[in-house]
């Protein structure tokens, strides 16, 4: 954006964040901390439209201030903090659909087992793991899953007034997704119907929004063409990529029906494993890739962590000197507990100093398994990012569970390695926060940018992607960013880091598309701000160096 834009600021302040953290000391070569905007920009709203193709590619690396675009200072902090320091290997698990391990930008930053032999099919460094090369895979081929409270009505596991509630929830979910299916599928016909007229009309295989505002409709049934196809050029920028939304979205709630909220459907069958007995161990394989092109949600993950920095392809992730493990655990459904308990433990014992988990249910029957492996990373100094859930729900009503996190019934944390992100939209102001972003002041801890975040997907592609699932990995790239270049740091210690570090927003935001329901960031988070790499590498710098406590 221009600096026109950064003249509607009415004020600007300095960060009364840390009042020893004036200046930055040589060690991070870098200036003080960023400067904030506290009031209300409201007027002068910045919407995804209007970002150059720049921009909207990377922007939850910019600058606020400099850039007028709430991201999280990254290019600043390679400019100004960075530069050529390189910093220790530091290994970031993602914990999630699976990766593809042979993506361009993905390949070189891949963590790779040395001691393991591929293809043996032995567990030559005795990790209890045959041919874990690059990871683990614990859901084995299966890929469709149900969601929890449908797997735990068809195997009745719970009490009286727990699957009652799962119950009620399954109705309702399923005649939701049947309407979403048949409302989408009745707009993609009109959509159809209406390209197809303008386009025997125009003469035309492709037409833009100034072709629709040239032609003259004699007739009511062009008129309507007209409307609807104006109406969707609102939405993308060609028919072609509205079609393509409409099938996706006929593809999400046919999942849904299929498989999610089907409670005849087992697709646990192909691993083989009682899902519900954590001494049953005997299951899964050592390629931990995303079995179909749609399994993209672990590619897309890791792009934004660490996919490779400055080699002229896709996109820069926000870390660098990282190495990506790959632990398939979260299948086109809910995640099983016993794989996430597993699959944290996994990273822990192979050297990750941070794991990613961009994934979450409503209800969890083996949580305590959960908590265990949170305490065990912990306890051996690993840092775990959280993806805060997308119901656009307030966390701290007890009615609104979201599973792992880190304390139980709105009480204290029962471990200190937990970091729970909330997502941001691209614009500051009223919207800031994403409408489908979970908040709360106990159980979301911080916010990052997560709208419309342009990152790998598989086969070499790259997309845009939305969700809090795109800001944890966000806060995990600046986590890396921090260990590598200070690993003397705790899991704690960065947690606070990041926490303390971050921008504190002033303006009053709306919660999950509710105009009647606001807040400040304060009020729905536990540290009131927004992520920022370079101040977390500033106040880093001061803990390291033994010139400043947390």
């Known amino acids: 954006m221009t600096n026109t834009y950064l003249k509607s600021f009415l004020a600007l302040s300095i960060v009364s964040l840390l009042t020893s953290c004036g200046s930055t000391s040589s060690a991070t070569g870098g200036g003080g901390l960023i400067l904030t905007p506290v009031e209300n920009i409201d007027t002068t709203p910045l919407k995804i439209a209007d970002l150059t193709t720049s921009e909207k590619n990377n922007w939850g690396h910019l600058d606020l201030v400099a850039d007028t675009i ?65 990871g683990y895979n614990f859901l084995g081929e ?15 596991i719970g009490d009286a007034a727990t699957l009652s509630k799962a119950k009620a929830k399954l109705d309702a979910k399923y005649n939701e997704a049947l309407q979403g299916k048949q409302q ?39 008129q309507n063409n007209i409307a609807i196809l104006n109406q969707m050029f609102s939405i993308k920028d060609s028919i072609p990529e509205v079609l ?11 999942d849904q029906l299929n498989y999610n909220l089907n409670k005849d459907f087992n697709g646990r069958l192909p691993v083989g494993d009682d899902a519900y007995d954590i001494s049953d161990v005997n299951y899964g394989n050592g390629n931990p890739k995303n079995r179909v092109d749609d399994e993209s949600h672990g590619t897309h993950v890791a792009g934004i962590i660490a996919a490779e920095r400055n080699n002229g392809k896709g996109v820069n992730g926000v870390a660098n000197n990282v190495a990506i493990m790959s632990i398939r655990a979260v299948p086109n459904g809910d995640e099983y507990d016993k794989d996430i308990a597993r699959g944290i433990r996994y990273a822990v014992d192979n050297g990750a100093r941070v794991i990613n988990g961009s994934f979450g249910k409503s209800f969890s029957p083996k949580a305590e398994w959960v908590y265990e492996a949170i305490k065990y990373a912990a306890d051996n100094n690993v840092l775990f990012v959280h993806a805060a859930g997308n119901d656009g729900a307030n966390l701290d009503d007890p009615t609104n569970g979201n599973y792992p996190n880190d304390q139980i019934n709105n009480g204290p944390e029962m471990a200190d390695n937990v970091i729970t992100v909330g997502a941001l939209n691209p614009k500051y102001g009223s919207e800031l926060v ?68 971050g921008l504190p927003i002033k303006t ?25 790499a370079y101040n977390a590498l500033v106040l880093a710098s001061k803990v390291a160096a033994g010139k400043f406590q947390l």
């Not at 200072?73 to 530069?83: F, G, N, P, Q």
């Not at 707009?187 to 003259?216: C, F, G, H, R």
């Not at 009647?516 to 304060?522: A, E, I």
């Open 142 to 156: 299966s890929y469709n899953e149900q969601l929890e409270y449908v797997r735990m009505l068809r195997l009745n």
């Open 508 to 532: 009053t935001v709306i919660l999950g598309s509710d105009g009647r329901k606001s807040g400040s960031l304060n009020e729905i988070s536990t540290s009131g701000k927004i992520a920022n």
């Open 434 to 501: 994403a409408s489908y972003s979970n908040y709360g002041k106990v159980n979301v801890d911080i916010f990052a940018p997560g709208t419309d975040i342009y990152s790998t997907y598989p086969n070499n592609e790259y997309e845009y992607s939305p969700g809090t699932s795109m800001a944890a990995p966000a806060v995990a790239g600046i986590a890396a960013l921090v260990m590598s270049q200070y690993p003397s740091l705790s899991a704690a210690q960065v947690k606070k880091i990041i926490l303390q570090s």
């Open 70 to 134: 709430p991201g999280m200072s990254v290019d600043k902090a390679y400019d100004e903090i960075i530069k050529n320091r390189k910093g220790t290997k530091t290994i970031v698990a993602v914990l999630d659909s699976g990766i593809d391990l042979n993506h361009e930008d993905l390949d070189d930053v891949l963590w790779t087992n040395t001691k393991e032999k591929a293809g043996n099919n032995k567990d030559d460094d005795g990790n209890g793991y045959i041919d874990d090369i690059h």
């Open 184 to 222: 989408y599928e009745q707009i993609l016909q009109a959509v159809k119907n209406a390209d197809a007229s303008v386009k025997t009309y125009l003469k035309k295989d492709t037409y833009t929004k100034e072709d629709l505002a040239d032609i003259k409709a004699a007739d009511e049934a062009m």
């Open 244 to 254: 393509k939304e409409l099938n996706d979205g006929i593809k999400y709630y046919s």
